[in-house]
């Protein structure tokens, strides 16, 4: 897959470069652009398929450059790496269709995740999961799931998504409870439990290594919320589904 690179720092770009590089052969860095021009110039160049930019680029910014891709129908995958904290960045990277958001210090572990979701999505081994897809929500409410489902594996708190939907944190509370038949927190980690279900079966991945890639953070929070979802210990479950195609291969 053909990747570029828009950073101004010429470390933060020796970085990134390695850490790509180093992950997977499948990641190809044909470009690396430090200004604006130089992005556009290179993007009709080497037409890459995925793009990692920094928000904040010499001539403009990385955002008003996806914007302006996108608009030529540009259909790859970004990733957004940004210093600032401001939702109204991470609002117009969901309209934009960014695939992942990323905040300054970005450390290798932090780009690895997105390289990993990157390679699963692309072997078709992860399809999205989407819940309340038969419920005619309210957008504030769609909002709120869409969120979720960006950043579940980041620290997520209700006040945050409540701000991105440009509603207050009592009142989306009540109306997600109301319209989705479970409370937010509720959802959360019945999304981040699915995930993680996921990477039990498709991965050898550890329980502590699995709790950080969903966002729970620690593998006993990771336990008492799997079981509560799937009446499994993540343990049982990972046994008793992979033994259950061993005997589907068997047979």
């Known amino acids: 897959?053909?990747?570029?690179?828009?950073?101004?720092?010429?470390?933060?770009?020796?970085?990134?470069?390695?850490?790509?590089?180093?992950?997977?052969?499948?990641?190809?860095?044909?470009?690396?652009?430090?200004?604006?021009?130089?992005?556009?110039?290179?993007?009709?160049?080497?037409?890459?398929?995925?793009?990692?930019?920094?928000?904040?680029?010499?001539?403009?910014?990385?955002?008003?450059?996806?914007?302006?891709i996108r608009q030529r129908a540009w259909d790859g995958l970004a990733?957004?790496?940004?210093?600032?904290?401001?939702?109204?960045?991470?609002?117009?990277?969901?309209?934009?269709?960014?695939?992942?958001?990323?905040l300054?210090?970005?450390?290798?572990?932090?780009?690895?995740?997105?390289?990993?979701?990157?390679?699963?999505?692309m072997d078709a081994k992860e399809p999205e999961i989407h819940y309340?897809?038969?419920r005619n929500l309210p957008s504030y409410v769609k909002k709120a799931v869409q969120y979720v489902e960006h950043y579940y594996n980041q620290e997520i708190s209700l006040c945050a998504v409540a701000e991105f939907a440009h509603v207050s944190a009592s009142y989306l509370s009540a109306s997600f409870s109301k319209k989705c038949g479970m409370t937010f927190v509720e959802y959360?980690?019945?999304?981040?439990?699915?995930?993680?279900?996921?990477y039990l079966v498709e991965t050898d991945l550890t329980l502590e290594e699995i709790a950080d890639r969903v966002g729970f953070g620690d593998s006993s929070y990771l336990n008492r919320c799997f079981k509560k979802r799937f009446l499994l210990s993540p343990g049982?479950?990972?046994?008793?589904?992979?033994?259950?195609?061993?005997?589907?291969?068997?047979?």
């Open 1 to 68: 897959m053909r990747v570029m690179l828009i950073e101004d720092e010429p470390n933060a770009m020796e970085r990134y470069s390695s850490y790509i590089s180093s992950y997977d052969a499948a990641f190809d860095i044909v470009a690396k652009a430090s200004t604006y021009e130089q992005a556009r110039s290179l993007f009709i160049q080497t037409n890459p398929e995925i793009i990692f930019s920094d928000v904040v680029i010499p001539g403009n910014s990385g955002l008003h450059f996806l914007e302006e």
């Open 79 to 102: 990733v957004i790496i940004s210093g600032y904290g401001d939702f109204s960045y991470a609002q117009k990277a969901i309209k934009l269709s960014v695939f992942d958001y990323l």
């Open 104 to 121: 300054k210090p970005v450390f290798q572990k932090d780009l690895e995740q997105v390289l990993d979701k990157i390679l699963r999505m």
């Open 132 to 134: 309340f897809a038969d």
């Open 188 to 198: 959360l980690h019945a999304f981040r439990s699915d995930m993680a279900a996921k």
């Open 236 to 251: 049982q479950y990972r046994k008793q589904i992979l033994c259950g195609q061993e005997d589907a291969h068997v047979q």
